[in-house]
T-cell receptor, first 112, second 114 residues
Framework: DAKTTQPPSMDCAEGRAANLPCNHSTISGNEYVYWYRQIHSQGPQYIIHGLKNNETNEMASLIITEDRKSSTLILPHATLRDTAVYYC?????????????FGPGTRLSVLP | KAGVTQTPRYLIKTRGQQVTLSCSPI?????VSWYQQTPGQGLQFLFEYFSETQRNKGNFPGRFSGRQFSNSRSEMNVSTLELGDSALYLCASSLDRLGTYEQYFGPGTRLTVT
């Protein structure tokens, strides 16, 4: 089962910041939080990941709470092309490998 | 750098047949994972290969198998196809070294079983 919970859907006005929340209350100390998005029927696209510090790249910012039990993905200026399903994932290391368990994600609709 | 490529992109098979899907990872990536995506079950992990060895396996029947070659290219095979195997099959590769574990996904192979 996925170790994360997300709201099933959210709307955001074009040009405004989109703030997507994620709860991961059972996260362990060495487990990373990853964010992906999937535009209809395409392969998921990597966005950003973090451990405990806030992270920023050209696509988004990731804010992780101090207790690491939740995080927020921020798209600073949402465009129509950001409409997608966003997945928050806790990477679980198994057998020195990795297992990304995807939940249902949040369907973000950016509205004109 | 070229992304993850998957072939074929679309495939139609009939029940009882078998199918082989191919995945070429990003150059230098050593880990290849496979996922099945259906409207009902979402994205589900099938298996992960690293250095030609299956390192992790999801909860799928033995009809689903895979392998990885020395150049990191991977194939997955589904035998005795069932209608429920109709899905988007996604391959993802990862550098899997020095803390770099993010997976990069290919466009997927859309399999339809009739």
């Amino acid at each position: 089962d996925a170790k994360t919970t997300q709201p099933p859907s959210m709307d955001c006005a074009e040009g405004r910041a989109a703030n997507l929340p994620c709860n991961h209350s059972t996260i362990s100390g060495n487990e990373y939080v990853y964010w992906y998005r999937q535009i209809h029927s395409q392969g998921p696209q990597y966005i950003i990941h973090g451990l405990k510090n806030n992270e920023t790249n050209e696509m988004a910012s990731l804010i992780i709470t101090e207790d690491r039990k939740s995080s927020t993905l921020i798209l600073p200026h949402a465009t129509l092309r950001d409409t997608a399903v966003y997945y928050c994932i806790v990477r679980v290391e198994v057998n020195y490998g990795q297992n990304f368990v995807f939940g249902p994600g949040t369907r973000l609709s950016v509205l004109p | 750098k070229a992304g993850v490529t998957q072939t074929p992109r679309y495939l139609i098979k009939t029940r009882g047949q078998q199918v082989t899907l191919s995945c070429s990872p990003i150059s230098g990536h050593r880990s290849v994972s496979w996922y099945q995506q259906t409207p009902g079950q979402g994205l589900q992990f099938l298996f992960e290969y690293f250095s030609e060895t299956q390192r992790n396996k999801g909860n799928f029947p033995g009809r689903f198998s895979g392998r990885q070659f020395s150049n990191s290219r991977s194939e997955m095979n589904v035998s005795t196809l069932e209608l429920g195997d109709s899905a988007l099959y996604l391959c993802a590769s990862s550098l899997d070294r020095l803390g770099t574990y993010e997976q990069y996904f290919g466009p997927g192979t859309r399999l339809t079983v009739t």
